[in-house]
C-alpha cells in the first residue's frame, strides 16, 4: 500500500482483557517496528522484525505482551490481561531494510485505552 | 546507540527560519543522524538524515558539524503548519532496529 497502516485506529478495552493491534506495512519494506508512546512522552520501543530473521523483542514490557509477523507482511501485536498501564498510542512503522541508511515510515497508531 | 540532547521547547516567527540544534556528543563514526517531527495525534513523519555531510531535501537541511558531535535542523520558511514536535536520533546498522526517541523539541511557530 502507499502507507503504513494500522488498525483499529481506537481500542477502548476493560482491565483484563487481551487485545490484538494490526499493522500493514508498506509493500517491499522488510523491517517492521512497533512502539509505544504514553501521553506526553517519547517513543518506547517494543520489537523489530526482519524479514525471516528472529525478531528482537529486547524491549517488549512484559511477558503479556507478544508480537507475530509473517514473512514481510503483516504483524500483530497481542497484550493479554490488559492493565491501566498499558493505556498508550502503539505506532507501527516499516522501513525498506534493517540498515541504518534507511527511514522509516510511521502508521498513524492505534490508541489503547484500557478502563 | 549514541544518547541525544535536544531543547525541550522553541518558537519560531511564520515565515522565519527555524534552526533546531541537536547535541550527539558520543556519537560513532558510523552512526546516522536521523530527524522526525510528530503532529498532534500522528504518526511520526521521517524529514532528514545524514552521516557526515550537509543533507538539503524539500523539506529541510541538516548541517553537521565536522566533528559530528551536534548537528541542527532548518526549516527554512516556518509555516503554521511545521508545528510539532521534532526528534532528533542516531542509528546504527549494528543496533538498527532499537532506535531511541527522546522527548524531542516542541516547535511552536506564531504568526
Known amino acids: 500500500g502507499a502507507g503504513v497502516s494500522q488498525s483499529p485506529s481506537n481500542k477502548v478495552t476493560e482491565k483484563g482483557k487481551d487485545v490484538e493491534l494490526r499493522c500493514d506495512p508498506i509493500s517491499g519494506h522488510t523491517a517492521l517496528y512497533w512502539y509505544r508512546q504514553r501521553l506526553g512522552q517519547g517513543l518506547e520501543f517494543l520489537i523489530y522484525f526482519q524479514g525471516n530473521s528472529a525478531p528482537d523483542k529486547s524491549g517488549l514490557p512484559s511477558d503479556r505482551f507478544s508480537a507475530e509477523r509473517t514473512g514481510e507482511s503483516v504483524s500483530t501485536l497481542t497484550i493479554q490481561r490488559t492493565q491501566q498501564e498499558d493505556s498508550a498510542v502503539y505506532l507501527c512503522?516499516?522501513?525498506?531494510?534493517?540498515?541504518?541508511?534507511?527511514?522509516?515510515?510511521f502508521g498513524s497508531g492505534t490508541r489503547l485505552t484500557v478502563v | 546507540d549514541a544518547k541525544t540532547t535536544q531543547p525541550t521547547s522553541m518558537d519560531c516567527a511564520e515565515g522565519r527560519a527555524a534552526n533546531l540544534p541537536c547535541n550527539h556528543s558520543?556519537?560513532?563514526?558510523?552512526?546516522?543522524v536521523y530527524w522526525y517531527r510528530q503532529i498532534h495525534s500522528q504518526g511520526p513523519q521521517y524529514i532528514i538524515h545524514?552521516?557526515?555531510n550537509n543533507e538539503t531535501n524539500e523539506m529541510a537541511s541538516l548541517i553537521i558539524t565536522e566533528d559530528r558531535k551536534s548537528s541542527t535542523l532548518i526549516l527554512p520558511h516556518a509555516t503554521l503548519r511545521d508545528t510539532a514536535v521534532y526528534y532528533c536520533i542516531v542509528r546504527v546498522d549494528t543496533n538498527a532496529g532499537k532506535s531511541t526517541f527522546g522527548d524531542g523539541t516542541t516547535l511552536t511557530v506564531k504568526p
Open positions: 512503522a516499516s522501513s525498506l531494510d534493517w540498515l541504518a541508511n534507511y527511514g522509516y515510515t
Open positions: 558520543t556519537i560513532s563514526g558510523n552512526e546516522y
Open positions: 545524514g552521516l557526515k
